[in-house]
């Protein structure tokens, strides 16, 4: 099955936001946002006693969120209270101070934010959702430096993302082949052997610039280096010596980037109500996919799945009901997919799989323990429970099946399920 998900960690990563704040509005508006926008939890502390003992109750903890200016503490005694605990830490705060900003900085504080500003909600708001989805992505930093690389790892990693390190251009590319979730990569030009320029051309071979931002970094005053890096497929660059705050700039946006080019791809390519790969989509992988296993022989099988009566489920269920069978068909025919399955949503209450190397008595057990799975769903709606049935449809490839005679054949046949009572599967006649 294509895989269109965004990688998820294996274990589910704490959720829990601490916000430590004395103004109850300015809670109200925080907290809620977060909430609201973001979907995270987020328990409230005014005094650093109280942020104790949630911290010692719960330890599912993602991030602090913290005022300076507290009953029983101010400062550095606030953030090191949070800081001492490994616990990410941003300072929100109305106390506008240069010098205690950069300490704070200093301290491995992820940001200072001046709360009462134009924007700054709507900031925080962005800054939490993007620390939040930095832990499920991998950062790739080549520098043959082990100072210089170590010190853009410990940045990366104060942002929360996953860090591999590369010493030299053939480690990063073994690496970017080894690992689908490196996302970024921080690529250093002067390197002995491969230098940064290279590196960058031969990843842009592997990865595309929808799977991975690049980003050159050199400290070099060479003129012509940025339009080089750029040339050869980087997204951006940074001179060193940096700001931590340029840097996370830079970073952020070019992961930001990336995403909505995966958002905009989703749209193209997955149906909205159920999440499946679109027929478009499907019809494109499809297209690839027939002349390849007819070119190696391999059997192969186009199934459409209906929901029979469909029509009376909505009217006698309720349109959103509806929306509920159809997103519970598309979870079972997810979950009976086996990885080499392509599934889609065709249109309406129609689904479409195509499954190579199934044949005989493998491909009837298959496509009937797929109708079986979704006779057997009880689908909970605000008005009981509701059940369905589907027909479907299959043509084996035969000699000289093109894509188009197919599913032309599965359409047949799906009619014929439906003409012979429904609740059942035609691979044949
Ligand atoms: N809730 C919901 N209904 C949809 C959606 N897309 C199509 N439909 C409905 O699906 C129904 C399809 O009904 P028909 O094609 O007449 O067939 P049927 O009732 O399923 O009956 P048979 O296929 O003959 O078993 C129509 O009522 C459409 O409005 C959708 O996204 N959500």
Redesign the pocket.
């Known amino acids: 099955m294509t895989v269109l998900q965004p990688i998820v960690a294996s274990s589910p990563l704490p959720q829990r936001v601490l916000l430590v704040e004395n103004s109850r509005a300015y809670v109200q508006a925080v907290a809620g946002a977060i909430e609201q926008k973001l979907e995270l939890p987020v328990m409230v502390a005014s005094t650093l006693a109280e942020a104790r003992t949630l911290l010692d109750r719960h330890e599912d903890w993602f991030l602090a969120l913290t005022g300076l200016v507290l009953a029983d503490g101010d400062r550095d005694a606030v953030v090191n209270c949070f800081l001492e605990r490994g616990l990410s830490t941003i300072v929100v705060t109305g106390v506008y101070d240069e010098d205690l900003r950069e300490r704070m900085l200093r301290r491995r504080v992820i940001d200072f934010v001046l709360k009462n500003t134009p924007g700054s909600l709507d900031y925080i708001v962005w800054l939490v959702k993007r620390l939040e989805r930095n832990r499920r992505i991998s950062a790739l930093v080549v520098d043959d430096s082990p100072s210089a690389r170590q010190h853009t790892a410990g940045l990366l990693e104060t942002y929360g993302y996953r860090v591999v390190q590369a010493a030299d251009g053939d480690a990063a590319l073994h690496a970017l082949e080894r690992d689908p979730t490196i996302r970024l990569a921080m690529i250093d030009q002067e390197m002995p052997g491969m230098q940064g320029v290279e590196v960058t051309r031969r990843l842009r071979a592997l990865r595309a610039r929808d799977r991975v931002a690049v980003i050159g970094v050199s400290g070099s005053g060479d003129a012509d280096l940025v339009a080089r890096f750029l040339k050869s497929g980087a997204n951006d660059f940074l001179r060193k010596p940096y700001s931590r705050e340029e840097f996370f700039c830079r970073v952020s946006q070019n992961v930001d980037q990336l995403e909505l080019i995966g958002s905009l791809q989703d749209l193209a390519t997955r149906d909205f109500?159920t999440g499946l790969p679109n027929r478009r989509h499907f019809l494109e992988q499809a297209e690839r996919l027939v002349p390849k296993l007819r070119t190696a022989r391999r059997p192969m099988a186009m199934a459409i799945l209906?929901?029979?009566?469909?029509?009376?489920i909505?009217?006698g269920w309720g349109?959103?009901a509806?929306?509920h069978?159809?997103r519970a068909v598309a979870e079972a025919l997810s979950g009976h997919a086996r990885e080499e399955d392509e599934v889609a949503r065709f249109?309406?209450?129609e689904f479409c799989l195509l499954a190579p190397d199934l044949e005989g008595e493998a491909l009837d057990q298959y496509f009937d323990s797929l109708r079986q799975r979704i006779e057997d769903l009880a689908v909970q709606t605000p008005g009981g429970e509701l059940r369905m049935t589907v027909?479907i449809g299959v043509r084996t490839a035969a000699a000289g099946d093109d894509l188009h005679r197919l599913l032309a054949e599965a359409d047949r046949r799906l009619y014929l399920a439906?003409a012979g009572g429904?609740n059942r599967v035609v691979a044949s006649g």
Do not use: M, T, V
Not at 306 to 312: A, C, G, L
């Open positions: 109500l209906d929901i029979d009566h469909f029509k009376r909505n009217d349109h959103e509806g929306d069978a159809l249109g309406g209450e027909s439906k429904r």
